[in-house]
């Protein structure tokens, strides 16, 4: 069963920083080039960034550039969204899949940056 589960969200000040987690089971993770995408409220899902499948190059959106990061740790079949300087811009669910899109979307984790 394809199956991808993201965690690492919550409530953070601007400015603060989170690191998001995505764990896959049932897929060949390490084969497939990942994204961290978002959906804010009232807004379509977009995406934030992704990553090749070796993990050697990353592609990031222009409102994350320069405050995200992605890695991958294929041993550990595991997506991280690292977010720094954080706005209030950046609140929405997000969620990882692969690129282009194909897998079963997780439940997403909650991304709150508010003072």
């Keep these: 069963q394809q199956q991808l589960v993201e965690s690492g969200g919550g409530l953070v ?3 603060g920083s989170l690191r998001l987690s995505c764990a896959a089971s049932g897929i060949r993770f390490g084969i497939y080039a990942m994204g ?28 994350v550039k320069g405050r995200f990061t992605i890695s991958r740790d294929n041993a550990k079949n595991t997506v991280y969204l690292q ?4 706005k209030p811009e950046d609140t929405a669910v997000y969620y990882c899949n692969n690129i282009p899109a194909r897998l079963p979307w997780g439940q997403g984790t909650q991304v709150t940056v508010s003072s």
């Design 13 to 15: 000040q601007p400015g």
């Design 36 to 63: 961290w995408y978002r959906r804010a409220p009232g807004e379509q899902r977009e995406l934030v960034g992704s990553i090749t499948s070796g993990g050697g190059s990353t592609i990031y959106a222009d409102p």
């Design 83 to 86: 977010m720094n300087n954080l």
